[in-house]
Antibody, heavy 119, light 110 residues
Framework: QLQLQESGPGLVKPSETLSLTCTVS??????????WGWIRQPPGMGLEWIGS???????FHNPSLKSRVTISVDTSKNQFSLNLSSVTAADTAMYYC???????????WGQGTLVTVSS | QAVVTQEPSVIVSPGGTVTLTCGSS?????????PYWFQQKPGQAPRTLIY???NKHSWTPARFSGSLLGGKAALTLSGAQPEDEAEYYC??????????FGTGTKVTVL
């Protein structure tokens, strides 16, 4: 059974870079059709798709986040990561990592990790 | 970027049936948007119920079904249970493998 677990700092200062890692267990991150993605949810608000990555390294990002997002894969550790640069208070949210069957929606979700942007 | 719209809230009686819809600002929703549906209860991560319009995961209760209806994606709950009270989100995929979540529907079983 596929399991995902987010990890990273719970507090980030404004203008700095938010960095999160998702550890995958129960499947290889290099498996044939797997995409891996990030989703966030500000407190009391709805879900926002951040982006996803294929095992080949091809990435797809939410245009509204422009060039602030970097998603990468580390196959040796069975992990993938999110970097979000130049954060502001508006980036405060629960961040979820997810496994996708293809370049569509998320099928399996991590438990989420709360990241607060504050000085 | 497309806007994906859902009903803000619905109320369903225990044992009753309700249909939630998911519309796109770009036009009719089709199977090529690969519609997904998720359930989220307070304090929990979302759980995927439906993928690719109408397919269920192994953990999806049989009372949930997905379809296309009148140019929108639809999630039907037949025989609502108290534990179905939750927020429901849809997700549509657009060109370039980019996705957009819907605005969410709060379902109350009362």
């Amino acid at each position: 059974q596929l399991q995902l677990q987010e990890s990273g700092p719970g507090l980030v200062k404004p203008s700095e870079t938010l960095s999160l890692t998702c550890t995958v267990s129960g499947d290889s991150i290099s498996s044939s059709s797997s995409y891996w993605g990030w989703i966030r949810q500000p407190p009391g608000m709805g879900l926002e798709w951040i982006g996803s990555i294929f095992k080949s390294g091809s990435t797809f990002h939410n245009p509204s986040l422009k060039s602030r997002v970097t998603i990468s894969v580390d196959t040796s550790k069975n992990q993938f990561s999110l970097n979000l640069s130049s954060v502001t208070a508006a980036d405060t949210a629960m961040y979820y990592c997810a496994g996708h069957r293809g370049p569509t929606g998320p099928d399996s979700w991590g438990q989420g990790t709360l990241v607060t942007v504050s000085s | 970027q497309a806007v994906v719209t859902q009903e803000p809230s619905v109320i369903v009686s225990p044992g009753g049936t309700v249909t939630l819809t998911c519309g796109s600002s770009t036009g009719a929703v089709t199977s090529s948007h690969w519609p997904y549906w998720f359930q989220q209860k307070p304090g929990q991560a979302p759980r995927t119920l439906i993928y690719d319009t109408s397919n269920k995961h192994s953990w999806t209760p049989a009372r949930f079904s997905g379809s296309l209806l009148g140019g929108k994606a639809a999630l039907t709950l037949s025989g609502a249970q108290p534990e179905d009270e939750a927020e429901y989100y849809c997700f549509l995929s657009y060109s370039g493998a980019r996705g957009v979540f819907g605005t969410g529907t709060k379902v109350t079983v009362l």
